[in-house]
């Protein structure tokens, strides 16, 4: 049986582009991208927090130390600048592998500067 888990998140990613015409669907500071250990073209989610929106596409490389977070062609119906995101990629474990998985978490300022890694998320309480 093979599960799908978490791997990487960056939490509170604010848009700093949209660009309708521009061939690529989402552009991501270089430096992000290595601390978060996703890779050019991978597939990735993301979830617009101010609007609600939901919707998958692939990262494109933006200049290292930038801050660059550029929603693009398609997408960019569904981002604008200023719009808060998270934005997540996924893998597929092994059942035996499932209780030592950690995710790469990622929190980002307002300019998209790293202020926190993680392995893990609280638990929500009541």
């Known amino acids: 049986m093979v599960l799908t888990f978490l791997k990487s ?3 509170g990613a604010i848009v700093t582009h949209s660009e309708l015409e521009y061939d690529g669907s989402c552009a991501i500071d270089s430096e992000i991208l290595k601390e978060a ?5 991978e597939k990735i989610e993301i979830y617009n927090i101010t609007n609600g929106e939901r919707f998958s596409t692939y990262t494109i490389l933006a ?8 929603v693009n062609g398609a997408a960019a119906h569904k981002a604008k600048p200023g ?8 893998l597929n ?5 499932v209780n030592t998985h950690k995710p790469l978490l990622i929190y980002l300022d307002s300019k998209n500067k790293i202020i926190k890694k993680s392995a893990s998320i609280a638990m929500q309480l009541v």
């Open 63 to 70: 200049q290292p130390g930038s801050g660059i977070i550029s």
């Open 9 to 11: 998140k960056l939490h």
């Open 37 to 41: 250990e996703i890779n050019e073209y």
């Open 83 to 90: 719009d808060k995101l998270v934005i997540c990629t996924y």
């Open 93 to 97: 474990l092994p059942k035996d592998k």
